[in-house]
């Protein structure tokens, strides 16, 4: 890719306990200690007991540091100025940024210090950027058990210059309702009023852990597409649910669920209403309305999907952007510039700037 500036929708960082506890009172330690070891007991179960006895038996197999994983060891993966240092040598010019602990999982586990633990997690997160905020944009997570307390902390880290928050791609992991109920109106509403995206990262689905249970395959192999394609229920909720119909200027970001299905869905649903007789009566227009209008997805390379014009326009070029997904194994780093030159070639010159840099400076207010 020649000068063409190219941002990175998503890419990863590796918080530690430690780092946590040292922006939390010391009072506080012992009951964050507790909720890990919950939410580590919870995890030895499901998808997350297969996602551990993948990376065991590969590091038997192949020793501590495995090429699959090669990345994980860089600087850059915790440290912000090394992280500026590895964009530089991938020519990535700013990357969108994802805690790999997800705090949501065991903040409730907490009972006297959820507040502060919020505060503390997000100020590691914050550390991080501090070395060039305007390249690293970190996605601050936003706990949604309170609202009440998720709305204090999207105000403060808004006030703080936020660019991005994050938000569980499926509320009922937690035992709470989708996000079509209206208890999360509130929340929502002020979100909307501050004009930064909601972003819901992909991954472990423990709603598939029933799925590892029955899947034959070392390392769940049947359960891993399925977490992707698992982003369906999500869309579903926040689109038929009506959740976009009553926030029109929401900006939501499923990140890293790829693109080559999407258009499929967005056919399928709309063919529901259109041919099928579904009636959704919470909409006012047909749901690939809403997706087109608020929604945006995150790919890796997939230079197959977007080759093809009728495909990509049904997706929408303004709703799809490009993610280097640093350091995971998957990862176009240190080669980004070429990966993604090679995924926009058949593309014009517009939509290739709008899916390797444009969309994501909209999306972020960059």
């Given at each position: 890719?020649?000068?063409?500036?190219?941002?990175?929708?998503?890419?990863?960082?590796?918080?530690?306990?430690?780092?946590?506890?040292?922006?939390?009172?010391?009072?506080?330690?012992?009951?964050?200690?507790?909720?890990?070891?919950?939410?580590?007991?919870?995890m030895m179960g499901g998808a997350g007991a297969a996602n551990?006895?993948?990376?065991?038996?590969?590091?038997?197999?192949?020793?501590?540091?495995?090429?699959?994983?090669?990345?994980?060891?860089?600087?850059?993966?915790?440290?912000?100025?090394?992280?500026?240092?590895?964009?530089?040598?991938?020519?990535?010019?700013?990357?969108?940024?994802?805690?790999?602990?997800?705090?949501?999982?065991?903040?409730?586990?907490?009972?006297?210090?959820?507040?502060?633990?919020?505060?503390?997690?997000?100020?590691?997160?914050?550390?991080?950027?501090?070395?060039?905020?305007?390249?690293?944009?970190?996605?601050?997570?936003?706990?949604?058990?309170?609202?009440?307390?998720?709305?204090?902390?999207?105000?403060?880290?808004?006030?703080?210059?936020?660019?991005?928050?994050?938000?569980?791609?499926?509320?009922?992991?937690?035992?709470?309702?989708?996000?079509?109920?209206?208890?999360?109106?509130?929340?929502?509403?002020?979100?909307?009023?501050?004009?930064?995206?909601?972003?819901?990262?992909?991954?472990?689905?423990?709603?598939?852990?029933?799925?590892?249970?029955?899947?034959?395959?070392?390392?769940?192999?049947?359960?891993?597409?399925?977490?992707?394609?698992?982003?369906?229920?999500?869309?579903?909720?926040?689109?038929?649910?009506?959740?976009?119909?009553?926030?029109?200027?929401?900006?939501?970001?499923?990140?890293?669920?790829?693109?080559?299905?999407?258009?499929?869905?967005?056919?399928?649903?709309?063919?529901?209403?259109?041919?099928?007789?579904?009636?959704?009566?919470?909409?006012?227009?047909?749901?690939?309305?809403?997706?087109?209008?608020?929604?945006?997805?995150?790919?890796?390379?997939?230079?197959?999907?977007?080759?093809?014009?009728?495909?990509?326009?049904?997706?929408?070029?303004?709703?799809?952007?490009?993610?280097?997904?640093y350091p995971h194994p998957v990862s176009s780093?240190?080669?980004?510039?070429?990966?993604?030159?090679?995924?926009?070639?058949?593309?014009?010159?517009?939509?290739?700037?709008?899916?390797?840099?444009?969309?994501?400076?909209?999306?972020?207010?960059?």
């Amino acid at each position: 890719m020649a000068a063409t500036e190219l941002i990175s929708s998503d890419s990863h960082v590796q918080v530690g306990h430690d780092a946590i506890k040292a922006h939390l009172a010391s009072k506080y330690h012992d009951e964050y200690d507790r909720a890990v070891e919950g939410f580590m007991q919870r995890m030895m179960g499901g998808a997350g007991a297969a996602n551990q006895a993948w990376a065991t038996k590969r590091q038997r197999k192949e020793g501590p540091n495995p090429k699959r994983f090669k990345n994980n060891a860089r600087p850059g993966y915790h440290d912000g100025a090394a992280r500026l240092l590895d964009m530089d040598l991938d020519g990535v010019q700013t990357e969108v940024i994802y805690s790999e602990l997800s705090f949501f999982r065991y903040w409730g586990d907490l009972k006297e210090s959820q507040h502060d633990t919020t505060v503390a997690f997000n100020e590691v997160l914050r550390d991080f950027a501090a070395p060039d905020p305007a390249r690293l944009v970190v996605s601050y997570q936003i706990p949604i058990q309170d609202i009440a307390g998720a709305m204090a902390e999207v105000r403060r880290v808004a006030d703080l210059g936020a660019k991005s928050l994050q938000l569980p791609v499926f509320p009922p992991e937690l035992g709470l309702p989708d996000y079509y109920h209206e208890r999360y109106d509130p929340l929502l509403a002020l979100i909307q009023e501050t004009g930064l995206p909601i972003c819901c990262h992909i991954g472990l689905n423990t709603g598939l852990d029933d799925l590892v249970s029955r899947d034959p395959t070392p390392g769940s192999a049947i359960m891993v597409p399925m977490a992707m394609l698992s982003t369906g229920e999500a869309l579903g909720m926040w689109i038929m649910g009506g959740v976009l119909e009553r926030f029109p200027d929401l900006k939501l970001v499923f990140v890293e669920p790829g693109v080559g299905w999407i258009a499929w869905w967005l056919n399928l649903v709309d063919d529901m209403v259109l041919r099928q007789d579904y009636v959704l009566p919470d909409l006012k227009e047909l749901p690939s309305h809403y997706f087109h209008q608020n929604v945006f997805i995150t790919f890796i390379d997939e230079a197959e999907a977007l080759a093809f014009e009728p495909f990509r326009s049904r997706i929408g070029v303004e709703n799809i952007m490009w993610s280097s997904d640093y350091p995971h194994p998957v990862s176009s780093f240190p080669n980004s510039r070429s990966v993604a030159a090679g995924c926009v070639a058949a593309l014009p010159e517009r939509e290739r700037e709008l899916i390797t840099s444009g969309n994501a400076k909209r999306v972020w207010n960059l």
